[in-house]
């Protein structure tokens, strides 16, 4: 007799944190199925239902957003109908078919006047749309499914997808200087260490072994964007490139149409205990995500490594 491999819906396909889930190492008895837009317009709540209802899955994991800070200023309803009205579907189709949902939510939902760590139970004030839209999210979540884990994360980067170690790549290729942010701070965090504890958390929850709430996990360590910025181009300068000069700067020389948190730093110690889950330091993680978008350091100098590579 064979094991019984069981899905997990993932809704999301191309998106950061939804690729890290599809490339992460699954337990045996579990297997990722993504539902891109194309497939699943979370905000239908007719697909919704039919999709969760669709396969004898095991729990579902909602990787899909509205993640455009600044444009979602000026396109509330489409924030909100990604944001707020496509988990509150979600969760209704978790609660009748009896599964467990993770839900992605961001350190955005908080006012960021806070002098320490973010706690999961510290009341939210979001200060922009996108993060009024995911607390509305949050909200819709916890009144609906008792069967919900909500895990915030912040600052996400991958090799996938957009974010802010992609664009620093892009501007710093096109740019001598480049003027950033140094009063913001927050944990930069790798999208497949997130994977790593969505997984590591639904393992315990279908074991049995798990517990539902609302939980922190990031990377750990804290800096500011300027300081984000540094690492990268450090890393980018050990790889033999070219990097612009950087300077930093006061948030309100850098205005944008969204206000994002001065203090987004979130204090992971719960899913620590009740997990087990600890997160490794950003700038490890940060290396690993250059090594796959960057090319090998040293490898234009070294006449054995081209050797080897051959011709390029
Ligand atoms: N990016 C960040 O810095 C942070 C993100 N988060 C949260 O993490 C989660 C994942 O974010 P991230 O991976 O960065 O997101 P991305 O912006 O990289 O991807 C967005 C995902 O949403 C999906 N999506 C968009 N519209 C729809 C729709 N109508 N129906 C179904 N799916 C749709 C996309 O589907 P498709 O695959 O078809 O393109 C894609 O997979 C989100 O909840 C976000 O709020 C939290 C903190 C920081
Ligand atoms: C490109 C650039 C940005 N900045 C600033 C603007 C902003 O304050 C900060 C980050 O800009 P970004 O627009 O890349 O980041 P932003 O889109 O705000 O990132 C957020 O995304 C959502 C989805 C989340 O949930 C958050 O956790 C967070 O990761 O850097 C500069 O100061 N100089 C620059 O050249
Ligand atoms: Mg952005």
């Known amino acids: 007799m064979t094991a019984e491999v069981r899905p997990v819906l993932i809704v999301g396909r191309s998106g ?15 297997r990722p199925e993504a539902r891109g837009r194309m497939e699943l317009d979370l905000t239908d709540p007719a697909a919704v239902q039919a999709a969760v209802a669709e396969r004898p899955w095991a729990a579902v994991v909602n990787a899909a957003a509205y993640t455009a800070v600044d444009q979602a200023e000026s396109e509330a309803e489409a924030a909100y109908a990604l944001n707020r009205d496509g988990p509150a579907a979600l ?8 599964l467990p949902l993770i839900h992605i939510s961001t350190d955005y939902v908080f ?21 009024a839209s995911k607390a509305a999210g949050e909200v819709e979540v916890r009144a609906t499914l008792p069967q919900h884990v909500i ?7 991958s090799d996938s997808g957009h974010n802010f170690v ?60 300027y300081g984000f910025a540094q690492a990268i181009f450090e890393e980018v300068a050990a790889r033999g490139q070219n990097v612009p000069r950087l300077t930093p700067i006061p948030t309100r020389d850098y205005p944008t149409p969204a206000a994002r948190p001065m203090n987004s730093v979130l204090d992971c110690r719960r899913i620590a205990q009740t997990y087990g889950i600890t997160p490794r330091p950003w700038a490890a993680a940060l290396s690993d995500t250059l090594d796959s978008l960057l090319p090998e350091p040293a490898a234009a100098q070294s006449p054995a490594i081209q050797t080897t590579k051959g011709a390029r």
């Open 91 to 98: 969760a209704r189709a978790c609660r009748a078919a009896g």
């Open 166 to 225: 992609k664009t620093m790549l892009r501007v710093g290729a096109e740019r001598d200087e480049l003027r950033i942010v140094d009063d913001q701070r927050g944990s930069p965090t790798a999208a497949d260490d997130i994977a790593a504890a969505t997984v590591t958390i639904l393992e315990r929850l279908l074991s049995g072994r798990g517990a539902y709430g609302t939980f922190h996990f990031a990377n750990s360590g804290t800096t500011s964007w």
């Open 151 to 157: 895990l915030r994360t912040a600052w996400v980067f």
């Open 16 to 30: 950061q944190v939804a690729t890290a889930l599809l490339r992460a190492a699954w337990p045996a008895g579990l």
């Open 111 to 131: 006012d960021g006047q806070k002098d320490g760590a973010w706690q999961e139970d510290d009341p939210i004030n979001p200060q922009s749309v996108y993060g």
